[in-house]
């Protein structure tokens, strides 16, 4: 059974990484005036980042990759590209991990061809291993200390397809709990666990 390490991210966190990133950002000569999200991940990193930037405009880049939205060539793809002209502007792309960075690497490339003025990107959390690096991320995990991140926006998401993958050895809601316990380290409530057991469980997440 492959389960992966996890660390469970609060809203705690995600204030503290908003934060921190919005800070770099200012360093910088000029704001960005575009963000462009990488969704669905980057959705509400983008959000968050508009709000604390004074920043109006969002775009999004739909990239599918990790996950149950794996694509079967197992690498990153473009499926909704640009729906906004990005000519001139000056662009901030937005995710919330580089974990191998093909998604963002790919992003970028996508929002580059749009013909901005200039592009960055940022995300919260950036692991040492990623083979593209954002311009700007609030916290580095080294290679050796990666873990699958459970962020608040796709918390759900995560412990439906962990308790699926747990319940033939753990057999019941508290097996699965306890194998989420000890081989995840991931601490979830017995409630949520039998809610995301019951939750169609020979459907795909959508």
Known sequence: MDLPRCRLA???DVDRWTDSLARKIRTAPELPDVLVALTRGGWVPARLLADRLGIRHLAAV??????VTATPSGKAEITEGLATPLSGRRVLVV?????????????VRH??????????SATYLHIQHSQYTPTYYAEEIPRDAWVWIVFPWNYWEDVRTLARKAL????NGEGVRRILRDRCSLE??????ERALAEAPDAPVA
């Open 10 to 12: 609060r809203w705690s």
């Open 62 to 67: 739909r990239v599918q990759h990790w996950g």
């Open 95 to 107: 995710d919330d991990i580089t974990d191998t960075g093909q998604s963002l690497e790919l992003a």
């Open 111 to 120: 929002v580059h061809a749009a013909g901005p003025s200039h592009v960055e």
């Open 168 to 171: 033939p050895e753990g057999g």
């Open 188 to 193: 979830v409530p017995s409630a949520d666990v």
